[in-house]
Structure formats: structure tokens, C-alpha cells
């Protein structure tokens, strides 16, 4: 473990001091309500399945879901992505049983391997050198990708793919697109020359990941030579999970020393006293942008559990983003075995995270999902009604169940229309 993470120290920095600020910014006008954010992405990315289709497709589906937001609400879009670098699991159980066996847990690709084998369930150190190469290359695609082209908005109708298309939500989204076409026309038409406007033909998109293995992210924060500020610079946003929020405990302390974004998850059991505490240790200047809370209470909780806090928070002048992630307080295991989600339960928190936010006078800021492009059966139901029986037909997934395309383009129009409202 030593010999690695001195290794890292000596590796390049992932991410740019300079592009951590602008993310604070952005997130800044979020707070200001001048902003929407999406945080998306895979629960745990995989080192096997690491191609550039799969890099590429996970891009395409947030940046289609972002241009439904943006259109809908007329604010822009922060898209952060649970990629290039989210590959660490927080596990509420030592130890799992898998086909009648008891193992170490999976602990994401950044610790040990997913196969059912006492020896694979071993940590290796080697992991963590891995994912930063896997970080770099995947970090590096996803610049060429979002500045030369692929994230054009001329290119808007190629972000439906195909087995989305034929839906009612893929239908919904061409003729969005088709708007967009029409407006971009009339702008040429107007004599705009659109060709000269950078900002239409790419894209800001910001990585994250849960901080959870302080030794990975400490080797990789550095000091800025600009500023003399301290950067984790595995990535532009990191956050700290609900496992590891305590306030005496090393996430915590570690978050504390960085100047990044900082996310912080709150379950339904977090008391008023400990999240203002949170926001004095993570946000003590009180700077918009820098604290992002995700409320993950489920859907039944999220109206009870939520006000106090958004209160307190509001009372305290702690400028914090709030966002909703509306997968992980509804989780279950279905009859068959699988852990899965009701997409129900998923719009129905949402929903109830927008009316905590209206009784409060406070800003529903956005949301943080876990979702592929691909057509998965591993949430329920669904514009395509994935039925329980279903759940094996196509359940990919490492570790929590995820949208498919079209669940999470459905998800796109219902906040978006949350957002007029
Ligand atoms: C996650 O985001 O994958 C996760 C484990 O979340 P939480 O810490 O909110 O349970
Ligand atoms: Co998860």
C-alpha cells in the first residue's frame, strides 16, 4: 500500500486547480438559483468494462438529459458526472453471501473484484493504480468528447439513441430537438453567425466520486502554485458518503482541508444540529458552490425529514446547493432476489423534495442519479413497465440498480417540469 500511494504522489494531477474553481462558480449559480445541477452516473464504474462506446454513451445520456433541463426550465445545466474515478463502495456489511456463500464484501473495483471467490475478494493495493490510469484515459476521452464536437448542440438529435427513439419519452425528445433546430435557424437566419459561438458547439462537464478511500485521495491533493491552496485534483467534485459523514471522523476532516466542491449525503436520520454542524466545519466562509448537501431520504420520508433541515440550513446563511438523490433511500430487494428501485418511488421523492423546497422558500437545486444509457432491467417499472419478473433479463449493474435510457430521459422531462412550476 505504501509503495503504491507514494507511486501516485509522484503521478500528474488528474484534474486542474483552475477547472475546480470554475466548477465552484457553476455550483455557485446554482445556489443563486440562476442554475440547475445533474450529477449523474454509474453507482460503481467497472476496470472490465472501461471501452470508449461505454465512456461515450454515458456521456450522451446525461448531456441529452441536461438539454431537456435547460430547455424546459431556461437555466443552464452544471452536468457532473459519477465518472473517472467512482469506483470505491461504502458496504453497509463486512461480509455478503453470494449463491449460498459467505464473502468479504465487493467494495468497488478500487479496493477488490467483483467475482464470487474468497481470492478476489482479497484488497489489492495494485487497485488503486489502476483506477487512476483508467481515471486519465477516461478523463481524456470525455475532454475530446465534450469540446470537439460529439457534445455540439447542431448534433442534438444524435444524442437519442436508437432503442430510446421508439419510445413516448425518445418521440417527446426529437421534437424538443427539433425546436432547437428551429431556433438555431433563426439565428442564422437573424445573421448570428453561430459557427463563432464556442459555447454552442461544446460543453462544461465535471467529474465526481465518493472520497471514501482517503489514501487514493490524499496521495493525489496537491498544492496549487497559483493560490498556495490545497486541491484534491483526483477530481473536480468529490462527496462524502452517509456512511462516512460523522463529524469527529477522517472524511470529514479530509473534506475539510480541500478547496474543491464538496458533496455530503444525508440519509433520514440526520438531525438538524449535526447538518448545521456540517456546514460550519465544510463551509465555514460560507461560499456558494462550495457545499453541495444531496437529501437521499425516500420517497415516504423525503416531505417529514427534509423542512427542519432546509430550514436550519436557510436560517444558518449557509449558501449550500441542494440536491436531491432520489435512489438510494428507496432500495429494496424484490421477491426474486435483486436489489431494485420503483421508478415510482424515484419521481414520487423528487416530487416531494420540490415541495419541501417551496414550502421553505429555498431552491430545489437539482438532482444526483445513478443511471446507464443502456437498456437495462434493473429498476422497476418505467415508461416500458419493468415488471419484477424481468429484473434478470438484462441486470447489470456492480453494486445499486440504475436507469436505463429511457427511464432516465423520463426522469429529465418530470424534473424539468418541476422546475417550471
Ligand atoms: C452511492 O452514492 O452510491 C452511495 C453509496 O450513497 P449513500 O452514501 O448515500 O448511501
Ligand atoms: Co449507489
Redesign the pocket.
Known amino acids: 500500500m505504501e509503495r503504491v500511494l507514494k507511486e501516485i504522489s509522484g503521478l500528474p494531477p488528474l484534474v486542474f486547480p483552475p477547472e475546480i474553481r470554475d466548477l465552484t462558480s457553476a455550483l455557485g449559480l446554482v445556489a443563486q438559483r440562476r442554475a440547475v445541477l445533474l450529477q449523474a452516473g454509474d453507482?460503481?464504474e467497472s476496470f472490465a468494462s472501461h471501452g470508449a462506446d461505454s465512456v461515450r454513451e454515458r456521456l450522451r445520456v446525461i448531456l441529452q438529459m441536461a438539454v431537456v433541463l435547460t430547455y424546459s426550465s431556461g437555466l443552464p445545466a452544471v452536468k457532473i458526472g459519477?465518472i473517472a474515478g467512482?469506483f470505491a463502495?461504502?458496504r453497509s456489511s463486512p461480509t455478503e453471501v453470494v449463491d449460498g456463500r459467505e464473502l468479504p464484501s465487493f467494495r468497488g473495483d478500487l479496493v477488490n473484484g467483483v467475482e464470487a471467490t474468497p481470492e478476489a475478494r482479497l484488497a489489492d493495493p495494485d487497485r488503486l493504480l489502476r483506477a487512476y490510469h483508467q481515471s486519465a484515459s477516461t478523463l481524456n476521452l470525455l475532454r475530446a468528447l465534450t469540446g470537439g464536437g460529439f457534445a455540439d448542440l447542431a448534433g442534438v438529435h444524435s444524442w437519442n439513441q436508437d432503442f430510446v427513439r421508439s419510445s413516448p419519452q425518445g418521440a417527446r425528445y426529437e421534437r424538443l430537438a427539433e425546436e432547437i433546430d428551429r431556433a438555431l435557424r433563426f439565428m442564422k437566419a437573424c445573421g448570428v453567425d453561430t459557427r463563432s459561438q464556442r459555447v454552442l458547439h461544446e460543453t462544461d462537464f465535471w467529474v465526481s466520486h465518493?472520497a471514501l478511500v482517503l489514501g487514493y485521495e490524499q496521495a493525489l491533493t496537491r498544492v496549487d502554485s497559483l493560490t498556495g491552496d490545497w486541491y484534491d485534483t483526483s477530481a473536480h467534485m468529490v462527496?462524502?458518503?452517509?456512511?462516512?459523514r460523522d463529524l469527529g471522523g477522517a472524511h470529514v476532516e479530509f473534506a475539510a482541508g480541500i478547496c474543491n466542491p464538496i458533496g455530503c449525503?444525508l440519509?433520514p436520520s440526520a438531525t438538524v444540529e449535526e447538518v448545521v454542524a456540517l456546514c460550519d466545519r465544510l463551509d465555514p466562509e460560507r461560499k456558494p458552490g462550495r457545499l453541495t448537501l444531496?437529501a437521499?431520504m425516500g420517497a415516504d420520508q423525503v416531505t417529514r425529514a427534509l423542512p427542519p433541515l432546509l430550514r436550519a440550513v436557510r436560517d444558518e446563511g449557509h449558501p449550500v446547493v441542494w440536491a436531491c438523490?432520489p435512489?438510494?433511500?428507496n432500495t429494496f430487494t424484490s421477491t426474486t432476489g435483486r436489489k431494485t428501485r420503483r421508478f415510482d418511488d424515484i419521481l414520487r421523492e423528487i416530487a416531494g423534495f420540490f415541495e419541501a423546497h417551496d414550502a421553505s422558500g429555498t431552491w430545489a437545486g437539482g438532482v444526483?442519479v445513478?443511471l446507464t444509457s443502456d437498456d437495462v432491467t434493473e429498476c422497476l417499472g418505467g415508461g416500458h413497465e419493468i415488471l419484477e419478473a424481468a429484473l434478470d433479463d438484462r441486470y447489470e449493474t456492480m453494486?445499486?440498480p440504475r436507469l436505463n435510457g429511457r427511464q432516465s430521459l423520463d426522469l429529465a422531462f418530470s424534473v424539468a417540469e418541476l422546475l417550471r412550476r
Open positions: 453507482c460503481a459519477r467512482q463502495k461504502p465518493e462527496w462524502i458518503g452517509e456512511r462516512t449525503k440519509g444531496i437521499r438523490d435512489m438510494h433511500g444526483h445513478e453494486c445499486d
